[in-house]
């Protein structure tokens, strides 16, 4: 992930980036690379300081809520459902976009825009 | 460096101005999106109204996020019992407010008609859930939150979401959604124009005349209806870090939370300040003056949040079932060190955002037409 922050950095202030599809690939399947990094670091964080919440202070048990084992299953159950649900629109909305490209903008700037109308027929109808 | 007593009042009175910033900016977002299927016949009406907050939105939240993590900070106690006892509630109004960045985002993406009626009603129920939920925990106050501290000051909640919609609650709950909706509407008044401007004057005149009515029969339910008050048994002394188990505190019904009106009588302003509020809000949505109206709802929105924290003042979350384990302002407060830390903080960064927000409200104003929506419908939100 930092490699990739340094070649893009150094292609950015180039201006060439788009003339290394090599990179543009490798920024494509880094993606999830933030989301790990997040993860196993707070895995690491959270699971190496037990049994303390605070360091030496505070211990977990005496730290978490009086909440009931329903009610935490039932807010994770909820929040994955409401996220899953908002991923699906996302994912819709996204790929919809990303093929309409910039000229979804209706500014007469674009690829597609400049080219007969034929071409834009491809893709779907311009919201 | 500041003596503790003093630092704990400090605090109290800025997490009043952090409630009151959130309830003036972030309410006229919330009131707005409530009435805006109301309001908005057309789609350039909705989207006119969406466009008069789409850019101040988030900027409004941050007042909310702020007094969030101020009370982690200033009252960690009061946080936690609050937020881990009111824990449906609470993710009620979270879920709600989820519905507002997606709907922004989403609606005008498509012209599906029924995706978009989907969506405004996604962003009416984002902004009508949380004006009534927090109106119904600020009733909730005044009867007790039925919870109990143990000897590590662990709190036990034993009430159920169901009991919080009790009718003293619930008509708290209808003053604080009138009163953000009325506050949305005089908004929308300053912002848009022609038929919309119309629709909103009306709905702030009934938002209001509602707030009005709701609002003097909490008062004198509180007064006639023999609800206890708590207060101190045996005087503290304020200026020491205390615990909060090791105090007596009693309940009694006369003069009940009207106690600090009485000892204090300068403190009846604020439901004045409502009451005054209301009134011009009511004559001057009538006369369609938009300026008069904002003022007048502003006015509305200071008095009642003042007023509930003068009656509650200096209790913060009273138990129901334990008044022992009651939090009060100085008792479920930092260590003097954090308090004094934390004012440094917000003297700097409290006139940053007022400065920044001020900025982007000055180069964003203007009244949004439904000619400038259509001439832009593919920028704008």
Redesign the interface.
Known sequence: MLLLFILATWAVAKRNAENKPWLLKYALFALPLPWIAAQTGWYVAEGGRQPWSIGEILPTHLSTSSLSTGDVWGSIIALAAFYTALLIIEMYLMIKFARLGPSSLHTGKYHFEKQEPKATANGEALS | MIEYELLKIIWWVLVGVLLIGFALTDGFDMGSMALMPFVGKTDSERRAAINTIAPHWDGNQVWFITAGGALFAAWPMVY?VAF?GM??AL?LVL?AL?LRP?GFD?RS???NTKWRNSWDWGLCIGGAVPALVFGVAFGNLFLGIPFSLDS?L????TGSFFALLNPFALVCGVVSLSMLCAHGGAWLMLRTDEALKQRSAKATQIMAIIFLICFLVIGAWLYFGQMPGYSYAVAIDPNAALNPLAKEVVTNSNPGWMNNYSTYPVTKVAPVLAILGAIIAIFASSKAKAGLSFTGTSLMIVGAILTAGFALFPFLLPSSINPNSSLTMWDAVSSHLTLGVMTVAACIFVPLILIYTSWSYYKMWGVITNKHIESNS??LY
């Open positions: 936690s881990s824990y449906w993710l879920f989820f997606v989403y993406k498509l012209e590590t662990r709190s036990e909640y593919h920028s």
